[in-house]
């Protein structure tokens, strides 16, 4: 027998779920943050240790690798050095146009040239002409500090009212084997033989590291060793600063601008390969210590996923009451991915800060400058919001698929 029907009866209309505003879905996903906060700070612990060992192992190296940089800079990584070799006569030297066409080198920062004018310089008269105690006199040209980034100890350098007198700085092993250890009186100055004729003592310069037969060397001006010294002009070492990234190029085309007849006899020193070798030191421990914040990142997210499965099972009356109430499965799903992208961000964001923070006070306790990664900065909460999403995947579809009755029976 059939059962009787109502008549005019309407069908039961189930109330649709309301649309949850952004802000009231932040709130909901934020309850299981606030009410386990200590198991919510030791899953975004997880996080917060990769994001910050990527920021540790990127901004690190970046402020080493500045503080090299500005370190080889100073010490010639820039700096190349074109030297005469001797002819088929035995002659060494340079064309005396060479300095002026290695300055219209578009890259070339700097230049300037000396040339050993062949003179023997003594302490006095008093000893053997021919004893030059290993020192050598060379004509220099008022840049040379500038190109050098030469520091005097004491007096100063050639320049346009001395290059034409009798005037000579020393270098600081010339200075030493000469006994000269001041500059004297202003009227009664220290002065040397240089040849047959009397120099004053203007200048003492500090150790060059750059350049160590500088050290060696007396320096006189260009015009006062042609008068003086029967010098003829010609260069035997040209030094030139080049903008960094066209060192190679430079030093290619060196030999050629030089000496277009004779590029043989140009010898052009190589760049430092140190700076080479040092990149790809770092490079190799950036790979790795970029692999291992990789892994910590997957442990973290790891740990997040554990706490986000543990959620829903603890929460499941929750959930039930929720779905009762009609609370959809989308609803429900974005809760807890909410709840897993935000407990990440929260580690992501402590991990930027303890990471910046190791990496500047890092580089101020050896002296480097503080250089923050923004890329690597960037990547860092990207990540944490791509291993929020992964993490939290999973238990979000497994809350959204846990039936009303099910979920209530369970509590």
């Known amino acids: 027998m059939e059962s009787p029907q109502l008549v005019g009866a309407a069908p039961v209309q189930l109330p649709r779920p309301v649309r949850l505003a952004p802000l009231d879905l932040l709130r909901i996903g934020l309850v299981g943050i606030r009410t386990r906060r200590l198991r919510a700070a030791l899953s975004a612990l997880g996080i917060s240790i990769g994001i910050a060992t990527m920021i540790v192992v990127t901004g690190i190296p970046a402020a080493s690798e500045r503080a090299l940089l500005a370190e080889l800079s100073a010490l010639g990584v820039n700096l190349?050095?074109?030297?005469?070799?001797?002819?088929?006569?035995?002659?060494?030297?340079?064309?005396?146009?060479?300095?002026?066409?290695?300055?219209?080198?578009?890259?070339?920062?700097?230049?300037?040239?000396?040339?050993?004018?062949?003179?023997?310089?003594?302490?006095?008269?008093?000893?053997?002409?021919?004893?030059?105690?290993?020192?050598?006199?060379?004509?220099?040209?008022?840049?040379?500090?500038?190109?050098?980034?030469?520091?005097l100890r004491t007096g100063r350098y050639l320049d346009a009212g001395t290059e034409r007198l009798p005037t000579v700085v020393l270098g600081a092993v010339a200075a030493t084997r000469l006994g000269v250890v001041d500059l004297g009186p202003v009227d009664s100055p220290t002065q040397v033989l240089v040849g047959d004729v009397w120099f004053t003592v203007i200048g003492i310069l500090e150790p060059l590291p750059l350049a160590p037969e500088i050290d060696r060397s007396a320096l006189v001006g260009w015009p006062a060793a042609e008068s003086e010294l029967g010098f003829g002009g010609h260069p035997t070492v040209i030094y030139l600063r080049v903008h960094e990234p066209s060192v190679e190029a430079v030093r290619a085309?060196?030999?050629?601008?030089?000496?277009?007849?004779?590029?043989?006899?140009?010898?052009?020193?190589?760049?430092?390969?140190?700076?080479?070798?040092?990149?790809?030191?770092?490079?190799?421990?950036?790979?790795?210590?970029?692999?291992?914040?990789?892994?910590?990142?997957?442990?973290?997210?790891?740990?997040?996923?554990?706490?986000?499965?543990?959620s829903v099972l603890e929460r499941r009356s929750e959930i039930g009451l929720r779905r009762a109430l009609g609370a959809s499965r989308g609803q429900i799903r974005a809760q807890f991915l909410t709840e897993s992208v935000a407990l990440s961000l929260l580690g992501g964001l402590a991990g930027t800060a303890l990471g910046l923070l190791a990496s500047a006070g890092y580089a101020i306790v050896n002296g480097w400058p503080v250089v923050v990664p923004p890329g690597a900065t960037l990547a860092g909460l990207g990540a944490a919001l791509l291993v929020g999403v992964v993490a939290g995947s999973y238990p979000a579809l497994q809350a959204a698929g846990l039936p009303p009755t099910r979920a209530l029976a369970a509590a």
């Open 80 to 151: 190349l050095q074109a030297t005469a070799q001797p002819d088929e006569d035995g002659v060494t030297r340079l064309p005396v146009e060479a300095p002026a066409m290695v300055a219209r080198i578009g890259p070339v920062t700097a230049t300037s040239a000396v040339a050993n004018t062949n003179t023997v310089i003594r302490r006095s008269d008093w000893i053997d002409p021919r004893d030059g105690s290993g020192l050598t006199v060379l004509a220099s040209e008022p840049a040379l500090p500038a190109t050098l980034d030469a520091r």
């Open 253 to 310: 085309v060196l030999p050629a601008t030089i000496d277009p007849q004779r590029p043989s006899k140009v010898q052009v020193t190589r760049p430092s390969d140190a700076l080479a070798a040092k990149r790809a030191t770092e490079s190799s421990f950036a790979s790795l210590f970029l692999a291992l914040a990789g892994v910590a990142l997957l442990v973290g997210g790891i740990g997040v996923a554990n706490t986000m499965v543990i």
